[in-house]
């Protein structure tokens, strides 16, 4: 199990994909809880957090030059949910992921993670310009911990999932934009992790090749997986998602069933058609 909490807690280590986690409010078992979360960010790169503000716990006075990017955010997620989350851009959508998966630490609150985590966010970062796609996927592979059997039992699907193939011993800088997004979805979604967060990643890359990555993740599903989606679209959103979570202003304004949610968004910013973009 992981617990960050805010700055007056402490940060413990990440679980094991086999670890267990608490029974949640209705009986089932909870993977990831947060508590009260918030999060500031400054508005610009010139004021700095000196290292007192670490200590100075949630009553620290905000300043003019900082915002509450989210606050008093609390949520359970059970194991095998399938939880889209929604919201317009800047609204905390991204840094809710990234504090799940404790790249972000909480100024107050908590948030606790119950085994281990396939974060497809920012996929493309990690890998290494100059390294051989071969080489690439090994290290990735390796730094997600998967053991070097594993990565040897797996680097075939890997590339013919990826359709990159002619490519194993081209630079990584080399590939377009589209080939980067295939193989790192191809290696994360090889991941035996219980949890799987997903930020918009599939927005880039042909049609053919996004709903064959949509067919992963519903074998995924299929297979007892928790499933976190950040998603702009609403039939995506409909298709994988059973609860939604709306994020406004910084903080959760309805965590209710997906359809619920989308008609409420809906209703707040007269979105188009309720088919695609939200």
Not at 172 to 191: N, P
């Amino acid at each position: 199990m992981a617990k960050t909490t805010g700055s007056q807690g402490t940060v413990g280590s990440r679980g094991t994909t086999g670890s267990r986690g608490d029974l949640g409010s209705h009986g089932a078992e909870c993977v990831i809880r947060a508590e009260d979360l918030g999060i500031r960010f400054r508005r610009n790169r010139r004021g700095r957090r000196s290292f007192k503000d670490l200590f100075a716990g949630k009553n620290r006075r905000t300043r003019p030059s900082e915002f509450w990017a989210l606050r008093h955010v609390s949520f359970e997620v059970n194991r095998g949910e399938a939880i889209g989350v929604v919201g317009r851009n800047g609204q905390g959508k991204s840094t809710l992921l990234k504090l799940v998966t404790g790249v972000l630490i909480p100024d107050e609150g908590s948030v606790e993670v119950h085994g281990g985590v396939a974060p497809l966010i920012e996929i493309t970062g990690g890998f290494v310009d100059d390294l051989t796609v071969r080489d690439n996927v090994n290290l990735m592979a390796g730094l997600h911990g998967m053991k070097k059997q594993e990565i040897a039992a797996r680097f075939d699907e890997i590339i013919d999932f990826a359709e990159i193939g002619d490519f194993l011993d081209t630079p990584y800088k080399h590939l377009s934009s589209g080939m980067k997004v295939r193989l790192a979805f191809s290696v994360i979604s090889r991941l035996e992790e219980p949890i799987l967060l997903v930020d918009e990643v599939l927005a880039v890359g042909d049609k053919a090749f996004r709903e064959k990555c949509y067919r992963r993740i519903e074998e995924l599903l299929a297979g007892g997986r928790t499933l976190f989606f950040v998603s702009h679209n609403e039939r995506d959103l409909k298709r994988f998602c059973k609860r939604g979570l709306y994020l406004d202003g910084g903080e959760l304004k309805l965590d209710a069933p997906i359809r619920k949610v989308l008609e409420q968004y809906n209703a707040d910013y007269g979105s188009g058609s309720g088919t695609d973009g939200i």
